[in-house]
């Protein structure tokens, strides 16, 4: 894991300015999110709505963006941003999809804890599922964009490399979450100024999809190790 972290931390540090220049319309973009944060009293239903869809939205293009970025960083040959921007747009609407099925028993879960139905005792079997499905599918974005895979064999293809990795992505995923849910809670407190609440949101929103970045990048030391091993075994 060291080795993995040393890596992800040099990639990072020597293109920072790269990953910051390319996070930089997705923060813009983050605007309608904004709304999720307030209180229920504070926002209209079709405003959460369409600030949930434009996250979703952005989420999946950011992750795009990052893996061509990384592919292209690794090599040594790093494109405009412009033309990742591009490759990424083209990229989300499959990885929406592979990110959709990949979630679909998580996503099922949660709506029956909050739903009133004959089947609600399936919620606990389908939270465990969709979190065990959700890690195998960790390496299925870099599947899809950088092998061609279609969304279901990405996934698939996600299953068999991240064999004997599952304990390593647990490690990434709560390091990951504890930070960015320390992130979340500064930068979302409430404040007697509005613009102030608005200012610390951005905030927020850049230092996560910085740390968002350094995390993929973490997982994509991964699965070039795993693609490394399977090249070395056919």
């Known amino acids: 894991m060291k080795e993995i972290l040393t890596f992800a931390a040099q990639l990072f540090r020597n293109n920072f300015n790269y990953v ?34 434009v996250y979703l939205i952005g989420f999946a293009m950011y992750m795009s963006c990052l893996i061509f970025f990384m592919s ?11 033309s990742n921007l591009i490759n990424g ?37 389908l939270l465990v599922f969709g979190i065990y499905v959700s890690l195998r599918s960790t390496f299925a974005p870099f599947h899809l964009i950088l092998e061609g895979h279609k969304p ?16 390593k ?20 407190s409430n404040a007697n100024i509005e613009l102030l609440n608005i200012l610390m949101f951005f905030i927020g929103v850049a230092v996560t999809l910085l740390m968002t970045a350094f995390q993929q990048i973490v997982v994509f030391k991964m699965y070039i190790n795993s693609f ?3 090249r070395d075994q056919a």
């Not at 910051?20 to 926002?43: C, D, G, K």
């Not at 992505?169 to 979302?188: L, R």
Request: no cysteine; charged share 10%.
């Open 20 to 53: 910051a220049l390319l996070s930089v319309p997705f923060t813009l973009l983050a605007f309608p999110s904004y709304f999720i944060a307030q209180t229920a009293e504070n926002r209209a239903g079709y405003i959460t709505g369409v600030g949930l869809t």
């Open 72 to 82: 292209q960083a690794y090599q040594g040959k790093l494109q405009p941003i412009k």
């Open 89 to 125: 747009l083209v990229y989300t609407p499959l990885l929406m999809v592979a990110l959709l099925v990949a979630n679909s028993p998580l996503i099922a879960g949660f709506v029956l804890m909050f739903i009133s139905t004959p089947l609600q005792f399936l919620t606990l079997p």
């Open 152 to 167: 279901l064999g990405a996934i698939k293809s996600s299953f068999s490399s991240t064999k004997g990795q599952v304990s």
């Open 169 to 188: 992505i647990v490690k990434v995923v709560m390091m990951f979450y504890i930070a960015t849910t320390i992130v979340e809670v500064v930068s979302t």
């Open 228 to 230: 490394d091993n399977r």
